[in-house]
């Protein structure tokens, strides 16, 4: 419960500021969480992408996991060499 207060009730936006590195941020259609929640994420992170993976939940590898694979297989082609 602790970790989630933490998570949850923080404004998280200063170290994602901070993030140098090329980073993914996948979301599932139909997760519990807010996409545009995760599509703010990718927007404040520096070099953040994010990816709508569809017919899929919060566990989106799971539900969709041809989806998921390949938008973190196309991410990774992407980026080779810019870590």
């Known amino acids: 419960m602790a970790c989630r207060e933490h998570w949850n009730n923080r404004d998280h936006t ?24 995760s599509r703010r994420m990718s927007e404040v992170l520096p070099k953040g992408e994010f990816v709508m993976v569809p017919d899929a939940g919060h566990e989106l590898h799971f539900d969709n996991p041809g ?7 196309k991410f990774i082609l992407k980026t080779n060499g810019q870590l």
């Open 67 to 73: 989806a998921w694979r390949s938008a973190v297989e």
């Open 14 to 37: 200063p170290e994602m500021k901070e993030v140098r590195c090329p980073t993914l941020d996948v979301a599932g259609e139909q997760s519990y969480f807010p996409a545009k929640d």
